[in-house]
C-alpha cells in the first residue's frame, strides 16, 4: 500500500503570512489579474484577449501614425504592484500640507527585446539606459515614445505603465536647488526630493 498524504490539525501546512499575497487579494489587485502560484512564479506575462474592453482601450493609445498595436500583454508582477502601493501611501503622506498631491499618470516607455523581460521581473533601471544621467524617461504619447530610440527591429515594444508623480517640475525652475556635490535635487516646497522632471511642453 502507497503511503497516504497525513492530514489533520498536527499534519497542515505553515500558514504562508508573507505581505505579497496580501497584495494579490481583496481589493489590492488589479481586476485583470489571474490566480497565481507566487511560491513558485514571481511574474506572469498575460496576453490580453482581442476584441476585449481592455484591448479596446490599449489600441485607442496606440493608434497613431505609423503605429498599429498587433498585440497586448499585461505584466503581472505582485513584487512590484505591491511596491507601488506602498510608495503611493508614502508620497500620500509626505505631500499632506505641501499643496502638492499624488497624481498617477499612465506613461510609455521603448524597449527591446534585451531588456523588457527585465523591467517586467525587475522594474526600470537607470542600468540599462543609453545615458544613465539623463534618467528614466518616460513620454505622455506612445508615438513620442516610439520615436525617442532609434529603429532597431520592424516589430517594436511600447510598454504603457503607471507611473506616480509627487513633485513634478521643469528642467530649470525655481524651486528646485541643487546641493553642491549632490546629484539629488530638493524642492524648496516640500523639502523632499523632485522625483520626476518635465520640459517645456510639460510632457515628462
Given at each position: 500500500m502507497?503511503?497516504?498524504?497525513k492530514?489533520?490539525v498536527f499534519?497542515r501546512k505553515?500558514l504562508?503570512?508573507r505581505?505579497v499575497l496580501q ?6 489587485a488589479?481586476?485583470f489579474?489571474v ?20 484591448y479596446?482601450?490599449l489600441?485607442a493609445?496606440f493608434r ?9 500583454y499585461a ?5 512590484l504592484?505591491g511596491?507601488?502601493l506602498?510608495?503611493?501611501?508614502q ?5 499632506t500640507?505641501t ?9 510609455f516607455y521603448k524597449?527591446d527585446f534585451?531588456n523588457?523581460?527585465k523591467i ?6 537607470l542600468?540599462?539606459?543609453?545615458d544613465?544621467?539623463a534618467?528614466v524617461?518616460?513620454?505622455t504619447?506612445?508615438?513620442a515614445?516610439?520615436?525617442?530610440k532609434p529603429?532597431?527591429?520592424n ?15 521643469k528642467?530649470?525652475?525655481e524651486?528646485?536647488?541643487?546641493s553642491a556635490g549632490q546629484?539629488?535635487s530638493?524642492?524648496n ?5 523632485i522625483d520626476t522632471y518635465?520640459?517645456?511642453s510639460?510632457t515628462?
Amino acid at each position: 500500500m502507497g503511503d497516504k498524504t497525513k492530514t489533520g490539525v498536527f499534519h497542515r501546512k505553515p500558514l504562508d503570512k508573507r505581505f505579497v499575497l496580501q497584495v494579490t487579494s481583496g481589493q489590492r489587485a488589479p481586476d485583470f489579474w489571474v490566480p497565481m502560484d507566487i511560491s513558485d512564479t514571481e511574474c506572469k506575462i498575460m496576453e490580453v484577449r482581442k476584441f476585449s474592453a481592455n484591448y479596446f482601450e490599449l489600441d485607442a493609445k496606440f493608434r497613431r501614425p505609423g503605429l498599429e498595436l498587433i498585440s497586448a500583454y499585461a505584466v503581472q508582477n505582485p513584487f512590484l504592484w505591491g511596491q507601488y502601493l506602498l510608495r503611493r501611501e508614502q508620497l500620500k503622506m509626505q505631500l499632506t500640507g505641501t499643496g502638492y498631491a499624488v497624481k498617477e499618470k499612465d506613461f510609455f516607455y521603448k524597449s527591446d527585446f534585451k531588456n523588457f523581460e527585465k523591467i517586467c521581473r525587475q522594474n526600470f533601471d537607470l542600468r540599462y539606459e543609453q545615458d544613465q544621467r539623463a534618467g528614466v524617461t518616460f513620454y505622455t504619447d506612445a508615438l513620442a515614445a516610439n520615436s525617442s530610440k532609434p529603429e532597431m527591429e520592424n516589430v517594436r515594444i511600447i510598454i504603457m505603465t503607471k507611473v506616480l508623480v509627487g513633485t513634478c517640475v521643469k528642467r530649470v525652475e525655481e524651486g528646485a536647488t541643487e546641493s553642491a556635490g549632490q546629484s539629488v535635487s530638493i524642492n524648496n516646497k516640500t523639502d523632499l526630493p523632485i522625483d520626476t522632471y518635465t520640459d517645456q511642453s510639460r510632457t515628462v
